[in-house]
């Protein structure tokens, strides 16, 4: 019997309504999105696989336990997408909503999680401050004691937090999009980006050049290097961002745990690895090669928090890399000056949790010509205009 694709394939139109580059999560969300509102003439470009960038190479932990207002209501809705993605897409996305709480080591970092912690009550997003005695209970495994150099004083706890399968989701995406009749297509690079007296006309392929009046650059790490095609400079470093995964345990960590001060975070899968990601790597790159540095550093800031883990073989690590702002919040929406030229980016170590909600906000502001209110305040003249956001706080793998 044939074997039913997940996804077709097709050959490049000469023309399409509007240009996607960038088949991850971002791109193939806002493909569906835009597909559940009746635009399908779209075809979603990559040079490489579906999902083989960011998408493929984070560690998909979703929250919304951020600092901002702005935000706090942006994540929280994509959470709550993400509640209900499996049934949407009908395919399973393995979304373990187990927990995530972010442990601090110094008083100035439980005065961070405090602040955080109150301005997501606030706002109606389910996370509260927990004791040594709490965090004892949710993780047994955890070194709660003094004996550490730098004790765990308090932890930010936000149960709708979790993990989810990132192929899954894209996989999902892709074959949804694909059935409302949204075209994809891997392995086809955009070399240029036409946009004579400030308007977009068409992209030049490595498969031939297309006829389009709108380009959206979901690129993450390389939309600097998109955004160039057209003569805008993105306000946006790339830097390297590593993990890496153990051999398999009898489960034993049941929530997701970040350290605001160790810049370490740690979860279980539930085929028993141990996943452990670090903060990105202090110094900009493209490069997407594993460091001895990563290697050492994540260690020994993980056996500060699991001592029990001393033993365990690691089994491979990886990098991927992340396009980051000053303020650490994405850029969003379209570009003054270059019409048709549109930005999903700036994500730095966001990216994954956001998709959803980006995706939504995007399908509608094409849809309708009107920015969404909930992605207003990250639009790109924010620079210009000093209404940066301040997100750095909520990241606890940030330098």
């Known amino acids: 019997m044939p074997v039913e694709r997940m996804w077709r394939i097709h050959e490049l139109k000469p023309v399409y309504d509007l240009v996607i580059i960038g088949a991850g999560v971002h791109g193939l969300a806002i493909a569906y999105y835009l597909g559940k509102r009746g635009i399908t003439n779209v075809a979603v470009l990559d040079k490489g696989y579906i999902g083989g960038g960011a998408s493929g190479r984070n560690t998909a932990i979703i929250r919304s336990n951020y600092r901002t207002p702005q935000g706090i209501a942006f994540y929280d809705a994509s959470v709550k997408l993400y509640e209900k993605l499996a049934l949407e897409l009908n ?12 442990v601090a080591n110094t008083e100035r970092g439980v005065t961070g999680l405090r602040e955080r912690a109150e301005t997501n009550r606030l706002l109606g997003v389910d996370s509260r401050m927990v004791t040594r005695q709490e965090i004892a209970k949710l993780v047994p495994g955890l070194e709660v004691s003094d004996r ?3 004790p765990i004083l308090a932890g930010l706890y936000h149960p709708p937090g979790g993990v989810i399968r990132h192929d899954a989701v894209v996989w999902g995406y892709a074959r949804a999009a694909d059935r409302l009749g949204i075209e994809i297509h891997p392995f086809t690079e955009v070399t240029a980006i036409h946009a004579p007296a400030g308007s977009v006309e068409a992209v030049v392929t490595s498969k031939g050049s297309i006829a ?13 290097t998109i955004a160039h095609m057209v003569g805008v400079d993105l306000p946006i470093v790339t ?3 590593q993990a890496l995964v153990t051999e398999r345990l009898k489960p034993f960590l049941h929530h997701v745990v970040v350290s605001a001060t160790l810049h370490v975070y740690i979860n279980q899968t539930d085929r028993g690895e141990v996943v452990i990601g670090e903060e990105i790597d202090p110094y900009s790159s493209y490069s997407m090669r594993s460091t001895l540095r990563f290697l050492e550093s994540a260690a020994a800031h993980t056996l500060e928090l699991f001592p029990c883990l001393g033993q365990v073989k690691v089994l491979r690590q990886w990098a991927g890399i992340c396009d980051i702002p000053p303020d650490y919040a994405p850029i969003i929406g379209p570009v003054e000056g270059v019409e048709g030229f549109i930005l999903d980016v700036g994500w730095g170590t966001y990216g994954f949790k956001a998709a959803p909600a980006a995706g939504l906000c995007i399908a509608e502001m094409i849809d309708s010509g009107k920015t969404p209110e909930l992605i207003q305040p990250f639009a790109l003249s924010r620079f210009a205009n000093g209404n940066m956001l301040g997100e750095k706080a909520a990241a606890a793998v940030a330098t």
Do not use: D, R
């Open 91 to 102: 395919y399973n996305v393995m979304f373990s909503q187990q927990g995530h709480l972010t």
């Open 148 to 150: 550490p150099p730098q």
């Open 212 to 224: 389009t009046p709108i380009v959206i650059n979901a690129t993450a790490g390389w939309c600097s």
């Open 239 to 241: 830097y390297p961002l």
